[in-house]
């Protein structure tokens, strides 16, 4: 046999792979911490996100509630200060204008919010 068999190197391979897999899990949750308890170690409170729907007349609602854009500045200047990483889910009629949504976009990003995301509907699936 002139050739090198590599059958068993691949097999030892794949063995030593399946350990690995096996054994990572249990690496990373080795450490076992009973934590203590404190009335002031709550979980915090302040939101994730603020989702803002824009209709067709350029209205902007924050949970259903019609918002001017003095009161929209406001609730995301609050916002804001409440959480910084706070995100901005923005869903806007494909009516709208651009400018319209481009005002919002600059109000949460002057009230210090700077992630914001667009909300969109999935395309009716289609059969092949």
């Known amino acids: 046999m002139s050739d090198i068999n590599m059958t068993p190197l691949i097999d030892v391979m794949l063995v030593l792979l ?7 899990p249990l690496m990373v949750s080795s450490v076992q911490v009973d934590l203590p308890k ?3 170690a709550s979980a915090s409170t302040a939101p994730k996100f ?8 350029g209205q902007v609602f924050v ?3 019609v ?3 003095e009161a929209l500045a406001t ?3 609050a916002t804001a200060q409440a959480n910084a ?3 901005v889910r923005l869903r806007a009629d494909t009516t709208v204008p651009y ?11 002057k009230a210090g919010l700077s992630r914001i995301g667009f909300v969109a509907d999935a395309p009716p699936a289609t059969t092949p």
């Open 63 to 65: 949970k259903d509630a």
């Open 99 to 109: 400018g319209r949504v481009v005002e919002v976009m600059g109000l949460a990003q």
């Open 67 to 69: 918002q001017s854009s």
């Open 75 to 77: 609730l995301l200047a």
């Open 38 to 40: 404190a009335a002031g």
């Open 50 to 57: 603020v989702e803002l729907s824009i209709d067709r007349k």
């Open 18 to 24: 399946v350990i690995f897999i096996i054994t990572a």
């Open 85 to 87: 990483d706070a995100e």
